[in-house]
């Protein structure tokens, strides 16, 4: 089976601090895929990024910035001087290879609200 | 990147009627599609796999005489919520992979449904 946690149901900041949102994962597989998405108050899901399970490396995109441990089955998000247009409910994902569980398995998502 | 839209983007309909929800994929072929459902302030929670040319697999507990699924081409996926009651107002959203082995999936805008 497959689980996705993000314990963290919302998270309130002012604008310019720092801000990480928690994933822990559980799955079976070998070989995975996590993901983060952000949904906005339109709904539409917007991908931020996709992490192979045999690729550890940290990432960096702009303000954005991600910590895969496998070692503690986590993929952390990280938003540098968070901005009011970050403000949205943010979900981490799990799609499994070779189970053929290809859908993603979301986490119950973290809202952030960031003030001005 | 990859394109998948939804119609309607919003439905509002009488409780007992039929609605159908139309997801494509507009520049890439989609061997899979699979459909979500996003009660409010909830998770995405996947409701069937929908594979071209086959009967869609649906999860426990999503029954399958009431969400009918086609996936009649390769561009193509229908959702018809049958018989609709209060209860099914939700967001339903679709996404589209190609199935290339890069396991990337293109959500939907996703579509508002309110029974009334």
């Known amino acids: 089976a497959q689980k996705v946690t993000q314990a963290q149901t919302e998270i309130s900041v002012v604008e310019k601090e720092d801000v990480t949102l928690d994933c822990v994962y559980e799955?079976?597989?070998?070989?995975?895929?996590l993901f983060w998405y952000k949904q906005p108050p339109s709904g539409e899901l917007v991908f931020l990024i996709r992490?192979?399970?045999?690729?550890?490396q940290n990432e960096i995109s702009g303000r954005y910035s991600w910590n895969f441990q496998k070692s503690t089955s986590s993929f952390n998000f990280t938003i540098t001087a968070s901005q009011v247009v970050d403000s949205a409910v943010y979900f981490c994902?799990?799609?499994?290879?070779?189970?053929?569980?290809?859908?993603?398995?979301f986490g119950s998502g973290t809202r952030l609200q960031v003030q001005p | 990147g990859a394109v998948v839209s939804q119609h309607p983007s919003r439905v509002i309909c009488k409780s007992g009627t039929s609605v159908k929800i139309e997801c494509r994929s507009l520049?890439?072929?989609?061997?899979?599609m699979f459909w979500y459902r996003q009660f409010p302030k909830q998770s995405l929670m996947l409701m069937a796999t929908?594979?071209?040319?086959?009967?869609?697999?649906?999860e426990q507990g999503v029954e399958k005489d009431k969400f009918l699924i086609n996936h009649a081409s390769l561009t193509l996926s229908t959702l018809t919520v049958t018989s609709a009651h209060p209860e099914d107002s939700s967001f339903y959203i679709c996404?589209?992979?190609?199935?290339?082995?890069?396991?990337?999936?293109?959500f939907g805008p996703g579509t508002r449904l309110l029974v009334l």
């Open positions: 996404s589209a992979s190609p199935g290339t082995g890069k396991e990337t999936q293109y």
């Open positions: 799955t079976r597989d070998t070989t995975y895929y």
């Open positions: 992490r192979n399970s045999f690729d550890e």
């Open positions: 994902a799990l799609s499994g290879l070779y189970t053929g569980r290809r859908a993603l398995t």
């Open positions: 520049d890439f072929q989609a061997t899979t």
């Open positions: 929908s594979n071209e040319g086959s009967k869609a697999t649906y």
